[in-house]
C-alpha cells in the first residue's frame, strides 16, 4: 500500500522529503541507521523554514531531535508532515512532546501521565528495544488531503522499521478522530503497568482533546513485517533524507 501511496501522489506531484534530527549527539545512533542520508547544512534549513510556516509557528524544543516527513506539493510547499523521535538509548525529557502538552493538567493526573510515559520508555530500554513518540501530523485541506494523510502515516511505518522493535506514545487528538483510528490499527490507551488506562484530558491553548496512546511496533505491524521491511526499502529509494550532520 505503501508503493500506491507513493505512486499516487507522485502522479498528482506530490513527493515525500525527510529532514533527520539536528541534534547529533543525542540521536548519534540512529543516524547512523541512514548512511545514504544527503548531509547538507543548507538543505534542512530551508526545509526547516517551509515547515514553520506550514506549521504557523515557531521552534519547539522538540525539533532538533524529530524526524520528519513532509510531503511536498508541486508547487514545492509543505502540504503534510508528521514528526517522531527515536530514542535509541537514553530517553532526554526536552524531546519528548507529550511532557509539554501536559503541563496545564491538574497535578495528581500530570504525574500518573509522566509516570506511564516514563515506565514504558524504561520498559523498551530495558529489553533493548527503541522509545519512540509520534507527533504534528497534520496535512493540509485539500482533494487530495487523505491520500496525502494515508501516504504519509505508511512513511512513517517505514521509517519505524529502521530501529529496533520501537514502543511508540502517541496524544491523539479525540476531536479528529485519531484515537478510533489508532484503536482499530492495534493501538491502546497508555496505563499504569497494565493496572488501568489514563483517560482523555484538556489541552487548554489549543482546545484539543488528547488521549495517550501506547503503539507496540511489533503488535501493530503484527504479519504485516515483512512488508514493512520492503516499504523501509522503498522510502530509502523514493525519500530523500536531508542532514546537517
Known amino acids: 500500500m505503501f508503493s500506491v501511496g507513493l505512486g499516487r501522489i507522485a502522479a498528482l506531484g506530490f513527493r515525500l522529503v525527510i529532514t533527520a534530527p539536528a541534534e547529533s549527539r543525542t540521536f548519534a545512533r540512529g543516524l547512523r541507521r541512514f548512511p545514504e542520508r544527503r548531509v547538507d547544512p543548507v538543505a534542512p534549513a530551508s526545509w526547516d523554514e517551509a515547515y514553520r510556516q506550514f506549521r504557523g509557528g515557531g521552534d519547539l524544543p522538540l525539533d532538533r531531535g524529530s ?127 497494565g493496572k488501568f488506562s489514563l483517560p482523555p484530558f484538556p489541552h487548554h491553548p489549543s482546545g484539543a482533546w488528547f488521549r495517550l496512546m501506547l503503539i507496540d511496533a511489533e503488535a501493530f505491524r503484527g504479519r504485516l513485517r515483512a512488508a514493512a521491511i520492503a516499504d523501509l526499502a522503498r522510502l530509502r529509494t523514493h525519500c530523500p533524507i536531508f542532514s546537517a550532520a
Open 67 to 193: 524526524w520528519r516527513i513532509l510531503a511536498v506539493d508541486p508547487e514545492g510547499g509543505v502540504a503534510g508532515a508528521i514528526t517522531a523521535r527515536f530514542f535509541c538509548g537514553e530517553v532526554v525529557r526536552s524531546y519528548v512532546h507529550a511532557y509539554s502538552l501536559l503541563e496545564g493538567s491538574g497535578p495528581v493526573f500530570r504525574d500518573e501521565c509522566e509516570l506511564a510515559i516514563a515506565e514504558t520508555f524504561a520498559g523498551a530500554v530495558r529489553e533493548n528495544r527503541t522509545a519512540a513518540e509520534i507527533s504534528h501530523w497534520t496535512v493540509a485541506d485539500g482533494r487530495h488531503a487523505v491520500l496525502v494523510a494515508a501516504t504519509l502515516g505508511r512513511a512513517m511505518e517505514a521509517l519505524s522499521a529502521a530501529f529496533d522493535a520501537p514502543v511508540g506514545v502517541v496524544a491523539a487528538n479525540h476531536r479528529r478522530r485519531e484515537v478510533g483510528r489508532l484503536l482499530r490499527l492495534g493501538g491502546v490507551p497508555l496505563g499504569r503497568a
